[in-house]
């Protein structure tokens, strides 16, 4: 059966379709993993996604998604990211724009009012201004919060963290304040052991070791070791010196030997026991 969906659009042509249609407005056009990508001028971004959206040899009709990228070490770090879909051809095209932490993006609520919320999302986790956006809140973070989370110098940890305090009978906010430092791993088989001594192992008497050197001690050598402490502790007899020892203390006055009647005066039953 086939999909009812048409097939997708081949790329052949669609970098020189948006080349014609964009003019100067084009920065750059790159063909690559079967996606087209054309970065424009960021001033100029609502004009040009009027002309991908209108040009007849384009068609991209919706707005499916607004993403951010930072990238620290560029003059300016961010990537504003927009993926258009054009619904009669069934395929997708990639629209790019740069800008900084103070210069503002276009707004392109005109075009497709969705990204309202889609700009806010960006503006709450890179900090891009939108200028034209009227509702430019954050969206994703809580009132209040401080920093841009995806950010790359953004710390893990954050700067402050929450929780519900049962003396205030609300949420609070309180500084980070991290018990211990984050810990490095070697990432080694745990079936293998470690290679030099673990940070605390120093506490139990022995002198830390370098980095990389050897255990002083084998498994052989354990193993030998614990056999031999079985093998001693099974060959002593346990022996009781007097019943204290055990636990048992003097016989009941009741049963003592001739206190019990011979078997000579145990009358048997007339039946024999058959009806009990």
Same mark, same amino acid.
């Given at each position: 059966?086939?999909?009812?969906?048409? /097939?997708?659009?081949?790329?052949?042509?669609?970098?020189?379709?948006?080349?014609?249609?964009?003019?100067?407005?084009?920065? *750059?056009?790159?063909?690559?993993?079967?996606? #087209?990508?054309?970065?424009? !001028?960021?001033?100029?971004?609502?004009?040009?996604?009027?002309?991908?959206?209108?040009?007849?040899?384009?068609?991209?009709?919706?707005?499916? @998604?607004?993403?951010?990228?930072? +990238?620290?070490?560029?003059?300016?770090?961010? $990537?504003?990211?927009?993926?258009?879909?054009?619904?009669?051809?069934?395929? /997708?095209?990639?629209?790019?724009?740069?800008?900084?932490?103070?210069?503002? #993006?276009?707004?392109?609520?005109?075009?497709? =009012?969705?990204?309202?919320?889609?700009? /806010?999302?960006? +503006?709450?986790?890179?900090?891009?201004?939108? &200028?034209?956006?009227? *509702?430019? /809140?954050?969206?994703?973070?809580?009132?209040?919060?401080?920093?841009?989370?995806?950010?790359?110098?953004?710390?893990?940890?954050?700067?402050?963290?929450?929780?519900?305090?049962?003396?205030?009978?609300?949420?609070?906010?309180?500084?980070? @304040?991290?018990?211990?430092?984050?810990?490095?791993?070697?990432?080694? &088989?745990?079936?293998?052991?470690?290679?030099?001594?673990?940070?605390?192992?120093?506490?139990?008497?022995?002198?830390?070791?370098?980095?990389?050197?050897?255990? =002083?001690?084998?498994?052989?050598?354990?193993?030998?070791?614990?056999?031999?402490?079985?093998?001693?502790?099974?060959? $002593?007899?346990?022996?009781?010196?007097? =019943?204290?020892?055990?636990?048992?203390?003097?016989?009941?006055?009741?049963?003592?030997?001739?206190?019990?009647?011979?078997?000579?005066?145990?009358?048997?039953?007339? !039946?024999?026991?058959?009806?009990?």
């Amino acid at each position: 059966m086939k999909a009812s969906a048409p /097939r997708c659009a081949p790329n052949d042509g669609v970098i020189a379709a948006a080349t014609v249609a964009l003019g100067d407005m084009l920065v *750059d056009a790159v063909d690559a993993v079967n996606e #087209v990508t054309v970065i424009v !001028d960021r001033d100029r971004l609502v004009e040009a996604m009027i002309a991908l959206r209108d040009d007849p040899m384009l068609q991209y009709q919706q707005l499916m @998604e607004v993403a951010g990228v930072d +990238y620290p070490e560029r003059a300016e770090r961010f $990537e504003v990211v927009y993926h258009l879909l054009s619904v009669t051809k069934n395929h /997708r095209l990639r629209v790019k724009v740069m800008t900084d932490e103070v210069k503002p #993006v276009p707004s392109v609520t005109g075009i497709w =009012p969705v990204a309202g919320w889609l700009e /806010r999302e960006v +503006y709450d986790m890179y900090g891009v201004l939108f &200028s034209g956006n009227r *509702d430019l /809140r954050r969206i994703l973070t809580d009132y209040g919060f401080r920093g841009h989370p995806q950010r790359k110098d953004f710390p893990l940890s954050g700067f402050v963290e929450l929780r519900y305090s049962e003396e205030a009978k609300r949420v609070v906010y309180e500084p980070v @304040e991290l018990a211990q430092d984050f810990r490095t791993f070697d990432f080694m &088989s745990p079936w293998e052991g470690a290679k030099y001594v673990l940070p605390g192992d120093e506490k139990a008497g022995a002198e830390p070791e370098a980095k990389g050197a050897p255990s =002083p001690v084998t498994a052989d050598q354990v193993k030998k070791a614990d056999e031999a402490k079985v093998k001693a502790e099974a060959e $002593e007899p346990k022996t009781t010196e007097s =019943p204290a020892q055990t636990g048992a203390g003097q016989p009941h006055p009741g049963n003592k030997p001739e206190e019990k009647p011979d078997d000579a005066d145990v009358v048997p039953p007339k !039946d024999g026991g058959q009806n009990q």
